[in-house]
């Protein structure tokens, strides 16, 4: 049965997306089949895989409302093994769409229950809120990976995210775990990078990952080409980490 995993964290720019595009293509490389859920209205995970956003007829909000089937939704992406469940600005609205819908934080989950054993993984590219996209998300996982750049503000948010997580455990979903911290956008030319791992490491008491992101100019420009790291540019140092990132979730 598929390990549902989201990617979380209430700040943009942390490297969410980037994760998410890439994890779970390094997982497909690797030979897993996997699905790439995006909840996030900006449809970035989605068009990073190469699907074009704009012409979707279904997506992840016709889903939450219950105007298309799963098989209707899903979307094949540029790499073999990995399917999407694609989104784009429509979800936006969701929102309020949701309001006084009866069990709204269930609805990812209900939907992913049904596919699960199709998939040995699942990732959901949260957005950068923790609203109700993002609770569905946490409901539905059995993990999270917490995606953190290095730079000074990096701990801001991070105790709200995780009083967020021990409350989704206690109300909705009693079996999400804490998978752990990855650190993003790493680098190695400055000492702020090592300050911010090392200020994290003894103040957070959660795993954190081995693999760190390296900074990597090759991962910020593969989505404008509709491509996962590992296909634009297979020998970069940002598709050598996020490899072993996917290694290291599999082990
Ligand atoms: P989030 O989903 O958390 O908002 P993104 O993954 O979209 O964050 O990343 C924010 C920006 O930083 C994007 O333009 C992305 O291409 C860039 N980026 C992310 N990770 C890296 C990295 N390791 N090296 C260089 N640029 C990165
Ligand atoms: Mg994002």
Same mark, same amino acid.
């Given at each position: 049965m598929g390990r549902i995993i989201a990617i979380a964290n209430q700040k943009g720019g942390v490297g969410k997306t980037t994760t998410s595009i890439n994890l779970s293509s390094c997982l497909a490389d690797l030979g897993k089949k996997v699905l790439l859920v995006d909840i996030d209205p900006q449809g970035n995970a989605t068009s990073g895989v190469g699907i074009i956003k704009q012409n979707l007829e279904n997506t992840v909000y016709e889903l939450f409302l219950d105007e298309c089937t799963i098989s209707?939704?899903?979307?094949?992406? =540029? &790499?073999? @093994?990995?399917?999407?469940l694609p989104s784009n600005v429509n979800l936006s609205g969701a929102e309020i769409d949701l309001i006084g819908v009866e069990n709204r934080e269930y609805i990812l989950k209900n939907v992913l229950d049904q596919i699960k054993d199709l998939y040995d993984y699942i990732i959901i590219d949260c957005p950068p809120s923790l609203n109700i996209l993002t609770v569905n998300a946490m409901t539905a996982a059995?993990?999270?990976?917490?995606?953190?750049?290095?730079e000074y503000y990096a701990l801001e948010g991070l105790s709200q995210l995780i009083h967020t997580i021990n409350l989704i455990q206690d109300r909705l979903n009693n079996d999400l775990e804490i998978d752990g911290i990855v650190f993003t956008m790493y680098d190695s030319r400055t000492n702020l990078s090592s300050d =911010? &791992?090392? @200020?994290?490491?003894?103040?957070?008491?959660?795993?954190i990952y081995d693999t760190v992101i390296?900074?990597?100019?090759?991962?910020?420009?593969?989505?404008?080409?509709?491509l996962?790291?590992?296909?634009?540019?297979g020998k970069s140092a940002g598709a050598v980490a996020y490899k072993n990132l996917a290694k290291e979730i599999i082990k």
């Open positions: 209707e939704c899903l979307t094949k992406s =540029v &790499v073999d @093994n990995l399917n999407v059995d993990s999270v990976i917490v995606p953190i750049q290095c =911010v &791992v090392e @200020n994290v490491k003894s103040n957070v008491h959660i795993n390296p900074r990597n100019v090759r991962l910020a420009e593969a989505p404008s080409f509709g996962p790291i590992h296909m634009y540019d």
